[in-house]
């Protein structure tokens, strides 16, 4: 019947629809306000590039249609599948090696230690991407406590990317994506997926100390329990200055312990602020310091 088909997409060549000063301002003004990513001019190719193959698949006519769609606030799916397509989940395992290293020599025997006395200990990887981080972080702590998913020691892996939560909680990849794991490693904690000999699924007590949650970094925390380790690395880079020490300042605010440790990217520097709370031991890695002056998070519901 006439009326009830959407229109036919028209790309134009090379499959790209054209994308508008305008409409690239208002789409990456709507991404920064609901995920604090910031996407200057310089990043508007990308933005067509990757956005055009949701119009597409919606069987629009150009970006001001898909605009209407985002903004209206009526389909909340689509805005998950573009914070997908513009989000880049770059990872591997034990990446930025140092980082465990410092971990298990300097940090886990106190926190292994306590964990045996019975008391509370929480990791974090925040921004998790497709799970590499944090399950290279339970390999880590099995390594110096076998025992870990008998006692009180849990991660929280989280992230905003519904779609890479999706593959990090199936804990499913290819061999050669194993490579930078010991033979030990991939021994203990893989056996081969299923369906295909090619690919590896994380199995045991690893993935029993995870638990993997969708969270917005920018809105209120569902938790309030503190965190002995955070790791958040190449994170922070997609966000402007302002939001960036406001992420550290709220880091520090679930770090209430001295001696809590906080591991960011290579790329990345604390704001002068989150200086003040934190001390450099390992070049990237840090050592809480000092109590926030105030709390910077909204409303909170307990840590499960």
Known sequence: MP??????????????????????????????????????????????TRLSKRLRARRLDGFRAYRKLIEDGRDE????????????????????????????????????????????VRLWSAGCATGEEP?????????????????????????????????AEAGVYR??????????DRRQHFTP?????????VTGPSRDLIRFRRLNLIEAWPFTGGFDVIMCRN??????????????????????????HLYIGHSESLSPTARQLYRAVDGTGYIRTAVPAEATDGPAAPHQ
């Open 3 to 48: 009326g009830l088909t959407a229109p036919a997409a028209t790309p134009a060549e090379g499959g790209q629809y054209p994308l508008s000063e305008e409409d690239f301002a208002a789409l990456a003004r709507f991404i920064h306000q609901r995920t604090g990513i910031f996407l200057p001019p310089a990043k508007r190719v990308l933005m067509q």
């Open 77 to 120: 799916a689509e805005v998950g599948h573009m914070i997908s397509a513009l989000t880049t989940n770059v990872t591997r395992f034990r990446r930025e090696p140092h980082h465990f290293d410092h971990l298990s020599a300097k940090v886990l025997p106190d926190l292994v230690a306590r964990a045996r006395q019975g008391k509370r």
């Open 135 to 167: 399950y290279s972080l339970a390999f880590t702590v099995l390594k110096a406590c076998p025992e870990a998913a008998t006692l009180d020691i849990r991660i929280l892996a989280t992230d905003l990317d519904p779609e890479a939560l999706r593959i």
């Open 175 to 184: 061999e050669d994506a194993l490579a930078p794991l010991s033979p030990e």
């Open 193 to 201: 997926a299923r369906d295909d000999r090619s690919q590896a699924r």
């Open 235 to 260: 994170v922070v880079i997609y966000f402007d200055p302002e939001t960036q020490d406001r992420l550290w300042r709220r880091f520090a605010s679930h770090q209430r312990r001295t001696g809590d």
